[in-house]
C-alpha cells in the first residue's frame, strides 16, 4: 500500500499538501465513477416514471409519480418472469456442466502423463485465439441437420467446450505438492478419487470463479441465443430485451425495468466476489471479451 | 498471463514416468503415477472431443460452406470462388468492411489508452479504489444488450444526453440519426462497456513490476513521465500485448451493440461484419454466401493477429 510511503514526520506544509492531494484525487476520482454510472443510474431512475414522463422536457430523475408498479408490468408485458426462469436455467446446466468438463481437462494436462499430452495441449492454447463467433453458420446448419435447432441442447452444448476455465484450473491444480498425490495413491486411491478426494478440494476456489464467469457468460450471451431460439417461451433475457427494443412504440420504461433486474443481478455478483474475480481477470484467465 | 507463461508452467511439470532411483517405489515404477498411460485420455477425452465438434469442426466448415450456395432447406451446391467474386462487388459488403475497420481502429486504441490510463490512476492514493475498480468493471460483466438498450435511450433526438447538452445551450446532436453520430455511439457504448475489464488485466501487469525497479529508478533522478515510457510501459508491454490482441479479435466481431441500438443505420452507417453476416444468413436465408464473409472476416482477423504476433518482437520485453 503506497500509504505507508507517507513520512510519520517532516515539514507541516508538506504534508497537508499530500492530505489535499489525496482529499483532491479521491473526488475526482469518485466524480469520475459517478460520471461513469449515470447511465445504470438513469436507467434505475427512468425504471420508476410513468410512461409520459419518459421523455420530460426538463431533465430530471424523479418524475411526479414513483412507480414501483412498473417492475410488476415488465413482468407481465414482457412476460420477464419467463424470461428470467430460462435464463436462470441455462446459466445453472451451462455452469456445472463447463465445471466438468473444464475439471477432467485440467486434471488431465496439470497432473497426469499420457502420449500426446503436449500436442493437445497447444491445440488447446490455439483455440483461444479462433474467432468463435465467425462459425455460427455452420454450427446452426449442424444442429438443424441433427433436428436440433430452437432447442436448449443447441443452446447450451457449443458453450461448454471453451478453454478458458481448464487453464484457470490448471494453473492451480499445477501449484498442489506432488506428495499429497502420491501420499493418496500409496495409500491405494484410484486416479479418479485422487481427482475427488484430494485435487478438487484444493482448487475450489478457482472452481467457484470459473463458476461465476461461466454463469455471467450464459447470462449476457446474444448472438447463438438469437440464431438458435425460435419460439418465444424458449427465449434468454438478452433475447427478450432485444425483441423489446425493436418493436415500435417502447415502452421505455418497462424496458428499463427489465434492464435493471437484469444488470441488478450481475451488480451484486461482482460485488461480493470482487476479489477473485479480480485476480482471475488479472492472471488473463478468461481472455478478453 | 500470456501464452508464454503457460509454456513456461508447462516445464514446472515434474515428469512423474521416472521415479527418483535412490528411492524405493517398485510398486510405482510399475505403474508410474497417474496410472496406465491411457487414463489421462480419457479424462482429456470429453473436453477434446467438445472442442474438436463445437469450436474446430465448425470454422472448418465454415471454409469449406463459403464455397457453396448453401440455403437452410434448398440443399446445398458448390460454386467455387462466385461468391468471393460477388463479395468483390457487394457495395454493403465493403461498406460493412469499411465501417467495422474504422470502429476497430478507433476502438481499440482508444480502449487501451483509457484501460491503461485509468489504471495507472487507480493505483495512486485514492480512497475506495477497490470500490471504484468494482464500479468500471460492472458494465463489462453485464449483458452488452441491457447497457445497449439503455444507451438508445439516453441517446434519444430528446434523451438525457441531448436534454443535458441543451442544459448548457449546447446541441441538440442527431445521435442516432445521422450516420457518422451514430457510430460515433456505438464506439462511445462499445468503450463505455468494456474498458474495465483491461483496465484490470493491466492493473495486474503493473502490480507485477517490482517495487525496487521504480525505487531505482526515483533515486536515479527519473520524473514521472520517464518512469511511465522507460519504466512501466516496457514492463508492462506483456500485458499491453495480450489485451491488444485480444480486444482486436473481439473488435472485428462487433454485433451486439449495432444490432440492438441502431440495427446497423442509419442508411448502413453502422453495419458492422457481424451484423451483415447474420442478416445475409439467418434473414436472407444465404448461408453459403455468410460462410463466404465468415471466412473473409476470419482471414482479415488472422491477419492482424500474426501482424500484432509479428511485430511484437519489437516493442514487447519479456524476461
Known amino acids: 500500500m503506497t500509504e505507508q510511503r507517507l513520512p510519520k514526520s517532516g515539514p507541516n506544509w508538506r504534508r497537508r499538501g499530500r492530505a489535499v492531494g489525496f482529499a483532491a484525487n479521491t473526488t475526482v476520482a469518485w466524480l469520475v465513477a459517478l ?160 481427482l475427488i478426494s484430494v485435487i478438487v478440494p484444493l482448487v475450489r476456489p478457482a472452481l467457484s470463479v470459473t463458476a461465476i464467469f461461466t454463469f455471467l457468460g450464459s447470462w449476457n450471451s446474444f448472438l447463438w441465443p438469437l440464431i438458435i431460439l425460435n419460439s418465444s417461451d424458449k427465449w434468454t433475457i438478452p433475447i427478450g430485451i432485444a425483441g423489446f427494443t425493436t418493436q415500435t412504440g417502447t415502452q421505455w420504461e418497462l424496458l428499463m425495468a427489465a434492464c435493471v433486474m437484469t444488470i441488478a443481478p450481475v451488480v451484486i455478483v461482482v460485488a461480493v466476489a470482487q476479489r477473485q474475480l479480480v485476480a482471475a481477470i488479472g492472471a488473463g484467465a478468461f481472455g478478453g471479451r | 498471463m500470456t501464452f508464454v507463461d503457460l509454456d513456461r508452467a508447462e516445464e514446472e511439470v515434474p515428469d512423474r514416468s521416472v521415479a527418483p532411483p535412490d528411492r524405493p517405489r517398485d510398486r510405482l515404477r510399475r505403474r508410474p503415477l497417474g496410472g496406465p498411460r491411457w487414463v489421462g485420455w480419457a479424462f482429456v477425452l470429453p473436453g477434446l472431443i467438445g472442442l474438436a465438434v463445437f469450436i474446430v469442426l465448425p470454422q472448418v466448415a465454415s471454409l469449406i460452406l463459403g464455397f457453396s450456395d448453401s440455403t437452410l432447406l434448398g440443399g446445398t451446391q458448390f460454386t467455387g470462388t462466385q461468391n468471393y467474386v460477388r463479395l468483390l462487388h457487394d457495395t454493403q459488403f465493403l461498406n460493412s468492411v469499411m465501417v467495422t475497420a474504422i470502429f476497430v481502429l478507433v476502438y481499440v ?51 438525457a444526453v441531448n436534454q443535458a447538452l441543451a442544459a448548457i445551450g449546447l446541441g441538440p446532436i ?106 445475409t444468413a439467418f434473414t436472407n436465408n444465404e448461408l453459403g454466401y455468410a460462410s463466404a464473409i465468415a471466412t473473409v472476416l476470419f482471414v482479415i482477423i488472422a491477419i492482424f493477429t500474426l501482424f500484432q504476433m509479428w511485430g511484437q518482437r519489437r516493442w514487447v520485453h519479456y524476461d
Open chain 1, 35 to 194: 460520471v461513469f454510472s449515470f447511465p445504470l443510474i438513469w436507467t434505475f431512475f427512468t425504471a420508476l416514471k410513468p410512461a409520459n414522463e419518459v421523455f420530460a422536457a426538463q431533465i430530471s430523475f424523479i418524475g411526479s409519480k414513483v412507480l414501483w408498479s412498473n417492475f410488476v408490468d415488465a413482468w407481465t408485458e414482457v412476460d420477464f418472469g419467463r424470461l428470467l426462469l430460462n435464463s436462470l436455467v441455462v446459466a445453472a446446466v451451462s455452469t456445472v456442466l463447463t465445471l466438468v468438463v473444464a475439471t477432467l481437462t485440467a486434471f488431465a494436462f496439470a497432473r497426469l502423463q499420457f502420449p500426446g499430452r503436449s500436442a493437445i495441449f497447444l491445440l488447446f492454447v490455439i483455440t483461444l485465439t479462433l474467432p468463435s463467433e465467425v462459425a455460427v453458420v455452420p454450427l446452426f446448419l449442424g444442429f438443424d441437420q441433427a433436428r436440433l435447432a430452437d432447442t436448449w441442447v443447441a443452446l447450451i452444448l457449443p458453450g461448454l467446450f471453451g478453454a478458458f476455465g481448464a487453464f484457470l484450473l490448471r494453473q492451480f491444480m499445477l501449484q498442489i505438492p506432488a506428495e499429497l498425490e502420491e501420499a493418496a495413491r500409496l495409500d491405494g486411491a484410484s486416479t479418479w478419487r485422487i
Open chain 2, 109 to 159: 486504441p482508444a480502449n487501451i489508452a483509457i484501460s491503461m490510463a485509468m489504471a495507472m490512476w487507480l493505483k495512486t492514493r485514492i480512497a475506495g479504489r477497490n470500490w471504484l475498480r468494482v464500479i468500471f468493471l460492472i458494465p463489462a460483466l453485464s449483458p452488452m444488450v441491457a447497457n445497449a438498450a439503455v444507451f438508445r435511450l439516453l441517446f434519444q433526438k430528446d434523451g
Open chain 2, 174 to 279: 442527431p445521435w442516432l440519426s445521422d450516420g457518422n453520430w451514430a457510430l460515433v455511439t456505438v464506439i462511445g457504448v462499445s468503450l463505455w462497456q468494456s474498458f474495465g475489464y483491461n483496465m484490470i488485466v493491466l492493473g495486474a501487469g503493473i502490480d507485477s513490476i517490482s517495487p525496487d525497479v521504480i525505487a531505482a529508478s526515483r533515486i536515479d533522478g527519473a520524473g514521472r513521465f520517464r518512469r511511465l515510457v522507460s519504466i512501466t510501459l516496457p514492463l508492462v508491454s506483456p500485458a499491453l500485448f495480450f489485451t491488444t490482441v485480444l480486444t482486436v479479435i473481439g473488435a472485428w466481431q462487433t454485433f451486439a451493440q449495432a444490432y440492438v441500438i441502431t440495427g446497423g443505420g442509419p442508411g448502413n452507417s453502422t453495419m458492422t461484419i457481424m451484423l451483415y453476416l447474420y442478416q
